[in-house]
């Protein structure tokens, strides 16, 4: 069940809803959202007669079962898509947005070049490891704070907002200091503490998919951190492991529309994890748009061949550029279907 209590409800009648509904056996989540508290109950017990007598308190707005078993992020909780606002940009609505930027923080020089690059491109926000989950122990594991003090100096120079990768949940308070959304990468994706660590911070959260996880799994992990308190996450596809081997992972775009139907999270699509090779990031980028997908992270390199991690499948700076401009008019169709849906939404 969902509670939403009514937009002026006292702190006594959010606490008196809570009381009852612990009483009736159920146990309570709640999250202060921008304008309302709403409170999920969850539990076992005669729903209908619980619903009833909440819904008679003061303070009550309304209060509703919800069937999938992800309860926030879903869609019957929420008919709107929900808006994420990051440093003046925002992502769900009407505006498509690119993520840019290499996949490891690696020199002061690497970083400012590749941001003054992608900006100058089109690109929205900025993307570069920091802490990297890497299959190997040999492999480069990522600049940690220093890296991220770098992509702090490339936001001064350029404006553009960080998202960087958080990999544990003693990291979380330290990334969200430097980091206009964190990101959880698809090896973390049930990491369960951290997803609980990630519901007290207040920056917005791309949550990219496990490589063996099911969009139920996705949107449960994304439970998770709404229900510990944080409302502003992201959904990313990045590609699931399956029989074929020809590409890195197999991009799952179905599930991008899927997911719209589902939750009401914005979705993105990483058509470099997704595939693994550069000259199929710019299809698999189109076809993303052509599907409703909310924006892109792309991963772009000023040198790929001398790159720390994934060169293969990064973009070199020329590359970027020309596949911005190709999806132009792409993202103009874009557009006008977001358009169209919020004047048939009214
Ligand atoms: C990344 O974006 O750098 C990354 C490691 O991605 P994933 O977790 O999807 O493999
Ligand atoms: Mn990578």
């Not at 409170?39 to 008679?56: K, N, P, S």
């Not at 490891?104 to 929205?124: D, F, M, N, R, Y």
């Not at 959304?181 to 698809?186: E, F, N, R, S, V």
Request: hydrophobic share 40%; charged share 25%.
């Amino acid at each position: 069940m969902i509670i939403s209590m009514a937009l002026h409800a006292t702190r006594e009648q959010i606490d008196q809803v809570r009381e009852r509904i612990q009483e009736l056996g159920y146990k309570v989540h709640s999250i202060q959202g921008e304008e309302r508290v709403v409170i999920g109950a969850v539990g076992v017990g005669d729903v209908t007669r619980c619903l009833e007598q909440i819904e008679a308190m003061p303070g009550v707005e309304s209060a509703v079962r919800i069937s999938a078993p992800y309860k926030f992020v879903s869609r019957e909780f929420r008919s709107v898509r929900t808006r994420i606002r990051v440093n003046g940009i925002e992502i769900g609505g009407g505006e498509f947005a690119v993520i840019a930027g290499p996949g490891s923080v690696e020199s002061e020089s690497q970083i400012l070049e590749t941001a003054e690059a992608v900006a100058k491109a089109g690109a929205k926000m900025l993307r570069g490891g920091a802490y990297k989950a890497r299959t190997s122990p040999y492999d480069f594991q990522g600049m940690e704070e220093e890296g991220l003090k770098l992509l702090r100096k490339a936001k001064e120079a350029t404006g553009l907002a960080i998202l960087t990768e958080v990999m544990s949940d003693s990291d979380v308070d330290l990334v969200a200091e430097y980091a206009d959304i964190l990101q959880i990468g698809a090896r973390n994706m049930q990491n369960f503490s951290l997803l609980k660590a990630l519901g007290r911070t207040t920056r917005p959260i791309l949550l990219k998919r496990g490589m063996s996880s099911t969009i139920r799994e996705l949107l449960m992990s994304a439970e998770y951190i709404v229900a510990h308190g944080n409302p502003n996450v992201l959904l990313c596809e990045r590609g699931i492991r399956t029989f074929e081997t020809a590409t890195r992972n197999t991009c799952d775009l179905a599930a991008v529309a899927l997911l719209s139907e589902l939750t009401h999270l914005p979705v993105m699509v990483d058509p470099s994890h997704a595939t693994g090779r550069r000259s199929l990031v710019p299809p698999v980028a189109k076809a993303a748009v052509a599907i409703g997908a909310d924006g892109l992270l792309i991963e772009v390199h000023p040198n790929p061949e001398k790159a720390y991690s994934d060169g293969a499948q990064s973009l070199s700076i020329p590359q970027f550029e020309r596949l911005m401009q190709d999806l132009g008019p792409h993202i103009r169709l874009w557009e006008q279907t977001r358009l169209a849906e919020g004047s048939s939404a009214v």
